[in-house]
């Protein structure tokens, strides 16, 4: 069954670092999404991404975060600044038309800001 | 403003017997609702969806129910199992609006 791969799997860094978390998602799917869970929390929407460009963001998505679809088969999310509040799971999705239609998640990324 | 919450945060049941986890959203254009189950470390995995024009839903060993005049959703799990342990989460889409949003959680403890 296609998956959406994340790499890596837990990444420590510095605060005020910068750190990019990859995600590769289903090779034919189109819309590809972040989303992160801070530990006891709900799950929360960040962005959404369709045709090289973001489609939605939410108000967690600042300008520390930015995402790029560097070729064909990565999606990345960057965070420039890392604070500790910014400490979670970090999830990557895909989906092959807009809505709900196959969409999936990855294992996650977990990242620890010191 | 919208929400997606569970009324129980923990539900121990004993081994081979079903388990109902409830989930309650406020928002009537939802329309489209998946049950995750999410084990320790891992992301969420689907177990099961519901469209807005079907109050009931089978898959493998579990049911969703869905109540739109109570905005009400539930998930059943029938013969529970060890490894059904995890936490549970609803999700509710609106058609085209291309995310989800989360409910809280449901921690399924399965007693051997």
């Known amino acids: 069954e296609p998956e959406v791969t994340q790499t890596p799997s837990h990444q420590v860094t510095q605060m005020g670092q910068e750190v990019i978390l990859r995600c590769v998602p289903i090779?034919?799917?189109?819309?590809f999404y972040w989303y992160r869970q801070i530990l006891g929390q709900k799950v929360e929407f960040l962005v959404s991404f369709y045709n090289n460009e973001i489609s939605e963001k939410s108000e967690i998505f600042d300008d520390q975060f930015s995402v790029e679809r560097p070729d064909g088969s990565n999606f990345t999310l960057k965070i420039r600044s890392t604070k500790l509040e910014d400490s979670a799971m970090y999830f990557c999705a895909s989906s092959d038309l807009p809505g709900n239609y196959g969409y999936t998640f990855g294992s996650g990324t977990r990242l620890t800001v010191v | 403003g919208e929400s997606v919450g569970l009324h129980l945060p923990t539900l121990s049941v004993q081994e081979g017997d079903n388990s109902i986890i409830n989930c309650a959203y406020s928002?009537?254009?939802?329309?489209?609702f998946i049950w995750y189950k999410q084990e320790s470390g891992k992301g969420p995995q689907f177990i099961i969806d519901i469209r807005s024009n079907m109050d009931k839903r089978q898959g493998q060993r579990v049911t969703v129910l869905l109540n739109k005049t109570v905005k009400h959703l539930s998930l059943q799990i029938a013969a529970t199992q060890p490894g059904d342990s995890a936490v549970y989460f609803c999700a509710e889409m609106r058609w085209n609006f291309n995310k989800f949003y989360f409910g809280s959680g449901t921690k399924l403890n399965v007693k051997p």
């Open positions: 090779s034919n799917h189109l819309y």
């Open positions: 928002n009537s254009a939802s329309d489209y």
